[in-house]
């Protein structure tokens, strides 16, 4: 190789974010469920359907919750498997409006 000449770059590849090193009992990676804000649904639907839809979840828990998506944007519901973040991101979203999401917890 003459001193003008470049060696090609290697080519890209897509990395994923780094997971979490804990693990749920069950072996899986940590997931966030998020609660995002919006301008549509009133708070008290929110909050009964954070109630209704996450389990073990008390209407205090939930008020909180959602005062925290509103005042900053968005908030953790929970920490769990990935399999349930999703399963309770869906039903949030598609039966009842809700903007959720799901990300690998920090």
């Known amino acids: 190789m003459a001193a003008t000449d470049v060696a090609p770059a290697p080519p890209r590849t897509r990395t994923r974010r780094a997971r979490k090193r804990d693990r749920t009992e069950g072996g899986s990676f940590r997931y966030a469920l998020l609660l995002h804000n919006d301008d549509v649904n009133k708070k008290d639907y929110v909050v009964n359907v954070l109630t209704t839809v996450v389990p073990n979840l008390d209407s205090t828990r939930a008020l ?27 039903k949030l979203r598609a039966a009842n409006g809700l903007t959720s999401t799901v990300e690998p917890s920090d």
Request: proline share 0%.
């Open 64 to 90: 909180e919750i959602m005062e925290s998506a509103h005042n900053d944007g968005k908030a953790v519901v929970r920490e769990c498997d990935e399999e349930e973040a999703r399963n309770l991101c869906a």
